[in-house]
């Protein structure tokens, strides 16, 4: 299935433009009367029939449409710290948006070697992730965040809150054990993973992250990459969805 992605909607009418109408009309060579699926970014898939084309836009008219389309049972928030290479960060996100999250939220720490983010390729990089993995709704991509101002904004959430990180001064829990153990609340409030950066969380911020209400939490007994520890507690959370759902 060829996914084609606009925020131009209205009227049972879409507007496909820039790379989407180049992608859709002059590389995949769709033209008036063809029937192409588009998403809104919003979890809607429209079944869809061009209507007209010009040198720079396509038209259409919805002739069906389906919510929740490629929709997971679950919130999942991945608070994860930039890495020096921006390569792995992306293969991060890409790999995150495949299996499903609903949020990135990238956060710069006292150990953090880069804190500027490129929000707008970020998202490019999500948005294709969303298209091919069959998804209606992107996930939110968020401007570089502070640690403290993370943390502050955390501090109204209700769902469950976890900290992965190397250090030994804190008890901790086996993440998908303690999804399990906390089911309910994973699927009602969702659940949000705190990675640090290369050289770790310092044990202040851990100090301050357990304050706020993080439990700290284990990704077993290897050493991991920051984008690889955090691509593991996405795992967890997709695989704890599907034990729970019947297989078609």
Known sequence: MELYYTDEISGGRIVL???EFRHCCKVMRHSEGAVINVIDGSGTLFKCRIVTVTSSRAEAEVVDMKKDFGSHGYR????????????????????????????CIPVITARSERKVIKTERLQRVALSAVKQS??????????????????????SCSGLKVIAYCGTDYEKHDLSAFISLNEEIFYEDGLTVLIGPEGDFSEEEVRM????????????????????????????????????????
Do not use: H
Not at 77 to 101: H, Q
């Open 17 to 19: 433009a820039e790379d």
């Open 134 to 155: 069959l998804k209606g709704k992107m996930p939110d991509i968020s401007v570089a965040v502070p640690y403290r101002n993370f943390l502050e904004m955390m501090s």
């Open 76 to 103: 999942l928030s991945m608070a994860v710290a930039p890495t020096k290479n921006m390569d792995r960060y992306e293969w991060f996100l890409e790999k995150a948006v495949e299996m499903g999250i609903d949020a």
């Open 209 to 248: 992250a357990v304050e706020s209400g993080f439990v700290p939490v284990s990704l077993g007994r290897s050493r991991l990459r920051t984008e690889t520890a955090a691509l593991v507690a996405v795992s967890a959370a997709y695989l704890a969805f599907s034990r729970t759902v019947a297989i078609p």
